[in-house]
């Protein structure tokens, strides 16, 4: 069974930073997309990030494009979102999500196969 696990969430004041970790259990973790999505309260969970099987590439929703950067460390079976410039429309549910072994990255919802429980970000203006 996959388990992923975020982790760094936090509150911080608007111009701040985060980062964000996810620990994925699944042994095959290097040879797959991985993605940041998130869900602000009365919202749909929407699209952050995501990083192709080797981090070679990434994409980015326009909303945090220059701010938001998303890496991964194979080796440790991890995926990050690194925070900059936050700001309150930033506050939101993280979650991350793994596209179950396929290495090309996806920006849907339908594109990941298994979640995190997600971790709390909130921005104070």
């Known amino acids: 069974q996959v388990q992923l696990v975020e982790s760094g969430g936090g509150l911080v004041q608007a111009g701040g930073s985060l980062r964000l970790s996810c620990a994925a259990s699944?042994?095959?973790?290097?040879?797959?997309?991985m993605g940041w999505f998130r869900q602000a309260p009365g919202k749909e969970r929407e699209f952050v990030a995501a990083?192709?099987?080797?981090?070679?590439?990434?994409y980015y929703a326009d909303s945090v494009k220059d701010r938001f950067t998303i890496s991964r460390d194979n080796a440790k079976n991890s995926v990050y979102l690194q925070m900059n410039s936050l700001k309150p429309e930033d506050t939101a549910v993280y979650y991350c999500?793994?596209?179950?072994?396929?290495?090309?990255?996806?920006?849907?919802?339908?594109?990941?196969?298994?979640w995190g429980q997600g971790t709390q970000v909130t921005v104070s203006s």
């Open positions: 699944r042994r095959t973790f290097s040879t797959s997309a």
């Open positions: 999500a793994d596209r179950g072994g396929v290495s090309w990255l996806g920006a849907s919802l339908g594109d990941y196969n298994y």
């Open positions: 990083i192709n099987w080797n981090g070679g590439s990434t």
